[in-house]
Nanobody
Framework: QVQLVESGGGWVQPGGSLRLSCTTSGFALDYYSIAWFRQAPGKEREGVACIRSSDGSAYYATSLKDRFNIFRDKAKNTVYLQMTSLKPEDTAVYYC???????????????????WGQGTQVTVSS
C-alpha cells in the first residue's frame, strides 16, 4: 500500500537549520511528484516546495525559495526538505503529499493530493 511518513521535525532556535524527510513506499518517485506543505495554528495550508517526478525540477513558494531546498534520493524512495535560516514564522506542522498530473508542482490545491503523511511538527523559538 502507498505510504508517506514524515520525520525530522523538532525544536530549533531562530537562524538554525533542519532537514525533514518524507519516506515513501508503494510507488516510484519517477512517476509521482512530491510536495511539502505546512500549516501553522489558525492559518490555512501553505504550499512550501514540490519536486517534479519527470525530471526532478524543484518549485518553491516565492517567499521561501532562498532558504528551503527540496531534493530526492530515488534509491531510498525519500524526498527531503532542507530548511535554513529558520524563523519563528516557520513554526508549523509540515506534511508531504503525493501529487499527480502534469501540473502537480504548478498548483497547490488539495485536490491534487492522492496520498499524504501525518505530518511532523517544526517549532522555531528561542
Amino acid at each position: 500500500q502507498v505510504q508517506l511518513v514524515e520525520s525530522g521535525g523538532g525544536w530549533v532556535q531562530p537562524g538554525g537549520s533542519l532537514r525533514l524527510s518524507c519516506t515513501t513506499s508503494g510507488f516510484a518517485l519517477d512517476y509521482y511528484s512530491i510536495a511539502w506543505f505546512r500549516q501553522a495554528p489558525g492559518k490555512e495550508r501553505e504550499g512550501v516546495a514540490c519536486i517534479r517526478s519527470s525530471d526532478g525540477s524543484a518549485y518553491y513558494a516565492t517567499s521561501l525559495k532562498d532558504r528551503f531546498n527540496i531534493f530526492r534520493d530515488k534509491a531510498k524512495n525519500t524526498v527531503y526538505l532542507q530548511m535554513t535560516s529558520l524563523k519563528p514564522e516557520d513554526t508549523a506542522v509540515y506534511y508531504c503529499a503525493r501529487r499527480t498530473g502534469v501540473q502537480a508542482c504548478l498548483t497547490w490545491g488539495a485536490s491534487g493530493d492522492d496520498y499524504w503523511g501525518q505530518g511532523t511538527q517544526v517549532t522555531v523559538s528561542s
